[in-house]
């Protein structure tokens, strides 16, 4: 079992930046890929951003790409998700996950096995 903690989430005005971290619980974590998702009010959950294993592919949604930024370490067993330019629109739950089988698409939920309890971001205009 891993667990994934979440951290940074707060308020922020538009236009502010915030960086989430996921912090996992097993040194296994350089064998996962990593991704983040969000659910706004009233929304579904959403993709936002992934990362392999190695950081050597990234994923991002279009409604994020440029100015969202995912990257890791793997010493630190930390995946990480730069948020600048933030909009109102970003408000949302940000959850972290990790797919521990290298399978499926990066995109989608059920790729993952493992989700974080998830970190509160909320962007006033």
């Known amino acids: 079992q891993v667990q994934l903690i979440e951290s940074g989430g707060g308020l922020v005005q538009a236009g502010g930046s915030l960086r989430l971290s996921c912090a996992a619980s097993r040194r296994t974590f350089i064998r996962y890929d990593m991704g983040w998702f969000r659910q706004g009010p009233g929304k579904e959950r959403e993709f936002v951003a992934a990362i392999s294993w190695n950081g050597g592919s990234t994923y991002y949604a279009d409604s994020v790409l440029g100015r969202f930024t995912i990257s890791r370490d793997n010493a630190k067993d930390t995946v990480y998700l730069q948020m600048n330019s933030l909009k109102p629109e970003d408000t949302a739950v940000y959850y972290c996950?990790?797919?521990?089988?290298?399978?499926?698409?990066?995109?989608?939920?059920?790729?993952?096995?493992?989700w974080g309890q998830g970190t509160q971001v909320t962007v006033s205009s």
């Open positions: 996950a990790a797919d521990s089988n290298y399978s499926g698409n990066y995109y989608q939920a059920n790729k993952y096995d493992y």
